[in-house]
DNA sequence: TTTAATTCGGATAAAATTGTCCTATTTAAT
DNA sequence: ATTAAATAGGACAATTTTATCCGAATTAAA
């Protein structure tokens, strides 16, 4: 798995509420839960992660809610997600679990797996969230089964 | 992650002993996981999964051990021990963890991982279990910190 | 000012993964 | 036969991840 379950979640819902935010609509946990097909209590859980990261923001009290910003939605990328909930990257780190796998010293699998880790790195930057959002919108893919 | 950490000594393992297994020698448990710096009785799980997937072979008794026929010496890539140990790959589900995810309902991210996937897949069906031993026995990478 | 809708966050529980321990079984050598 | 060295495998423990529950705090509307 590249992803935890935990980030499978905070992606989903990232790109539910930059949908609903595009058009200026805030949305609150229970509707997100249910549009993207996640726990409720533990999405929050995630949601409130992706806040103090500043990925997105919330609103208390009634008729308050999770909304991203203008500038956000152009600004945030897949991976300010990834890293926001899982922390260090694949991308950094020994696939075979070595602590100090490196150039200098590389596990046997270093170089095979330089090219993939640096193609998924790549793409995860530019990956756009409101990219992702607007194909949702568009009916081009989805965030569950429908 | 992109392999369990079972998954991680299970691989580490397989290189050892199929280093040892080029020269003939068999290898046992407590050798195994002292040249690898994993957990003795974790690895011994973990091993007994590869006995079980044939990937490896044991001779039980004194002066028993671990061993890799010539034949799988060959024949083993490293796609065969992840699958052995971590069932189903990362190929096959979806990044977001969507239960249908397919070209006709793909996720926000499924043609984005179509590629990276594909490049890791194949990339796991050629690397050898003899190259990956091979490059160990001649210094040019290793199995645990030096 | 009261109420209802909402997020926040601490405590806890459940499940999966990682790791340990111990006994049984096997086998070669003495 | 006995012994020592090894794997096999069941039971269990620790840790991490996933998930739930509930009360406190916040806020807009009535």
Redesign the interface.
């Given at each position: 798995?590249?992803?935890s379950?935990a980030c499978?979640?905070g992606?989903?819902a990232s790109?539910y509420i930059a949908q609903k935010s595009v058009s200026k609509e805030r949305c609150n946990i229970k509707d997100i839960s249910k549009e993207i097909d996640s726990p409720e209590a533990f999405t929050a859980k995630i949601l409130q992660t992706l806040v103090h990261a500043q990925i997105i923001q919330s609103v208390k009290g009634a008729f308050g809610g999770f909304e991203i910003t203008q500038k956000n939605l152009r600004k945030i990328k897949?991976i300010d997600i990834a890293i926001a909930i899982d922390g260090t990257l694949?991308d950094k780190?020994c696939?075979?679990?070595?602590?100090?796998c490196s150039e200098n010293?590389?596990?046997?699998?270093?170089n095979?797996?330089k090219?993939?880790k640096k193609?998924?790195l790549c793409?995860m930057q530019n990956?756009h969230l409101l990219a992702?959002?607007t194909?949702?919108e568009a009916g081009?893919?989805?965030?569950?089964?429908?």
């Open positions: 798995m590249i992803f379950k499978e979640y992606i989903r790109v897949l694949y780190t696939v075979l679990g070595l602590k100090h010293q590389p596990c046997p699998v270093h095979q797996f090219h993939i193609d998924l793409m990956t992702m959002s194909s949702v081009l893919s989805c965030l569950k089964i429908a």
